[in-house]
C-alpha cells in the first residue's frame, strides 16, 4: 500500500511540473507577443497643429513633425521634383500650387514602413 501512495505522489508531482512548465511557456510566449507588438515599426507624421484640412500656402515653410515609432532612419519625398530628405523632422517649402502626396518612409535596419499623406498647396489670399 506505501508503494502505491508513492507511485501516486511521484505522477502528481510529474503532472504538476508539466502543468507548472506549459504555463511558464505560455506566460512566456504572451508576453514576447506584446513586447513585439509593442516594438513594431511604425510611420506617421503631420504637418501643423490644428490644420484638419491639409492646406498650406504656396513659398512658405512649412514644418513636418515625426511622430514614427522605433525607427532609425526616415526618408521623405514630398512629391514636388525636389530632393529627398534623410532628416527626422524637415521643413520644405513647396514653389508650386498643387496636391502633393508626401511620404515618409521609416526603417529600423530590419523593415521599412511608409506613410502617405496629401497637402493641398495654394497661394495664400490677400
Known sequence: MNFNIKKMKNRIVKYLLVALVGSVVFIHQSCRDEFERELKIRSFFKVHEGNEDD????????????????AT??????????????????????????????????????EEVVFTDTLTIVVKPG
Open 55 to 70: 492646406i498650406y500656402f504656396l513659398d512658405e515653410p512649412i514644418q513636418f513633425y515625426n511622430y514614427s515609432l522605433h
Open 73 to 110: 532612419g526616415y526618408l521623405w519625398d514630398f512629391k514636388d521634383g525636389t530632393p529627398t530628405s534623410t532628416e527626422k523632422e524637415p521643413i520644405h517649402t513647396f514653389t508650386e500650387e498643387g496636391k502633393y502626396g508626401v511620404s515618409l518612409k521609416v526603417s529600423n535596419g530590419m
